[in-house]
């Protein structure tokens, strides 16, 4: 394997991932632009039917235009919101269109989306810096694969929540196995717990923790701001 080789598929999964946060950066800007007036002042705050009908237009525009991607919306924090009327802010592809997704949020109930201790949330809002969470199941949406990044959403000059898109893993395996392709197998690309996100060979399945690099690999950090992704790649031995 020529370092020039394994440069250059770290620098296409960089540009991939970064492309990826810039547009959900862009996404949380448009959105929270329509949220100034309903929480302006003092929470608990309440999203208004025309700023919902607002978001729902600009997350269906963005979801049309990215094929793979599975949901986007805001998610706040859920002691900012009216305890009464406070929802997520979610869309899903459904069909050739989108569909407004709802969650219980009733502190009370046994089905209460208890969603504010997840990776995404606390890595976006917790934490405040870009997140990508998964692959994991989802459950409470298409029940397969998928990955989810967020990034802190603020309105009015505060953090209110988070921005976040869902993409089916199926969608990120065929991308990424297309960029790993030039390495021969063996190569993957690592999350920041150091699992595999998606790996060209058997020993390499998306979820296998890799706790030590394995004899005969090598890893290099992707350049991409505030997300620890690396690349882990035979070294050549010839």
């Given at each position: ?15 991939w ?45 963005f ?13 706040f924090?859920?002691?900012l ?8 802010e ?33 890595g ?11 692959p ?22 505060s ?21 790993l ?6 190569a ?51």
């Open positions: 394997m020529t370092n020039s080789a394994v440069r250059d598929v770290a620098r296409e999964l960089s540009a991932a970064d492309g990826l946060f810039l547009g959900l950066e862009e996404l949380e800007r448009n959105l929270s632009a329509h949220l100034t007036a309903d929480f302006a002042g003092e929470p608990p705050f309440e999203v208004g039917r025309r700023a919902r009908a607002a978001l729902g237009a600009d997350i269906a525009d979801l049309g235009a990215h094929a793979g991607f599975d949901g986007a919306g805001l998610i924090k859920l002691d919101l009216e305890p009464s009327t406070a929802r997520i979610w869309w899903i592809t459904d069909g050739d269109g989108v569909a407004r997704r709802d969650f219980i949020l009733d502190r009370s109930s046994d089905r209460f989306y208890d969603y504010e201790y997840l990776e995404w949330f606390e976006g809002f917790n934490a405040g810096t870009r997140t990508l969470a998964g994991y199941i989802d459950h409470l949406g298409v029940d397969d694969y998928i990955v989810t990044l967020t990034v802190p959403c603020h309105v009015n000059g953090k209110v929540g988070v921005a976040g898109i869902d993409i089916l893993m199926n969608d990120v395996e065929s991308q990424l196995l297309r960029m392709s030039p390495l021969g197998h063996g993957a690309v690592l999350s920041r717990h150091n699992q595999v996100l998606v790996g060209n060979s058997g020993e390499l399945s998306t979820g296998v923790r890799i706790a030590v690099m394995p004899p005969g690999y090598s890893r290099l950090p992707l350049d991409v701001t505030g997300v620890d992704l690396s690349l882990l790649y035979r070294v050549d031995e010839s």
